[in-house]
């Protein structure tokens, strides 16, 4: 789990308490709302981070709506603090602008998060 620690901590940028990473369940090719996520990581059950993989710009408008959406639902339903959606994308500057134009029409919860980042630095999930 080292290497989600590390993920959470310095790609994602979380300045979560140390004892919440004392509990983190890691699951991937999750079904959401019509979408497969890569990756969806427990810290703590108090931040929820949804990790899928886009590489087709024209696909945002459609999944990002659901991703917030279903991301939401879920932080709030679960009582998780905060929600971050990693997009894992192999060429950022196709993706970021438009995620983040799209993010910003969507979103005005300060506790949800997106980012936009190469799909060579998100880590997998130990397994069983």
């Not at 300045?15 to 369940?25: A, R, Y």
């Not at 990581?41 to 990790?51: A, E, H, K, S, T």
């Not at 993010?103 to 998060?113: A, C, G, P, V």
Request: with cysteine; aromatic share 6%.
């Amino acid at each position: 789990m080292e290497n989600i620690i590390a993920f959470v901590k310095q790609s994602l940028g979380c300045n979560c308490p140390e004892e919440v990473f004392s509990h983190i369940e890691c699951w991937s090719d999750i079904p959401c709302s019509g979408i497969v996520l890569d990756t969806r990581i427990n810290v703590g059950n108090r931040l929820l981070v949804y990790i899928v993989t886009v590489n087709d710009p024209d696909s945002l408008r459609r999944m990002l709506p659901v991703l917030v959406s279903a991301g939401k639902k879920e932080r709030d339903g679960a009582g998780f603090n905060r929600f971050r959606l990693v997009l894992a994308a192999d060429d950022i500057s196709k993706i970021k602008k438009e995620a983040e134009k799209i993010f910003n029409s969507l979103n005005e919860d300060e506790k949800i998060y997106l980012h936009t980042l190469s799909g060579k630095s998100i880590p997998q999930c130990p397994k069983g």
